[in-house]
């Protein structure tokens, strides 16, 4: 079993910055990826930045040159740097983490999220 705890959301202003942080405790586990996904009230969860093992990153062209994701492998760690945030941004923040299975699957663990409110 995987737990997954994500922190680091709040209130900020637009234009300003907030740093998440997402932990993967548990034992006898591998970590084939992190990502980071955000549901807006009323409307779909949707991946807003991902990384690999490898240190692969994608992102939702939303926050590409505003958001930076980044891997800690060695303590199964994964952050979300959000910079010149905006309105549009606010949302609940969820952190996955993909596990190989030993049927050569993979399994996706999720935190419960954390709130991240821009607004003046």
């Known amino acids: 079993q995987v737990q997954v705890v994500e922190s680091g959301g709040g209130l900020v202003q637009p234009g300003g910055s907030l740093r998440l942080s997402c932990a993967a405790a548990?034992?006898?586990?591998?970590?084939?990826?992190m990502s980071w996904f955000r549901q807006a009230p009323g409307k779909e969860r949707k991946l807003v930045a991902g990384i690999t093992s490898g240190g692969t990153t994608e992102y939702d062209d939303s926050v590409k040159g505003r958001f930076a994701i980044s891997m800690d492998n060695a303590k199964k760690e994964v952050y979300l740097q959000m910079n010149s945030l905006k309105t549009e941004d606010t949302a609940v923040y969820f952190c996955s983490v993909v596990v190989p299975t030993q049927a050569g699957g993979r399994r996706a663990y999720w935190g419960q999220g954390t709130p991240v409110t821009v607004s003046s």
């Open positions: 548990g034992s006898g586990f591998i970590i084939a990826g």
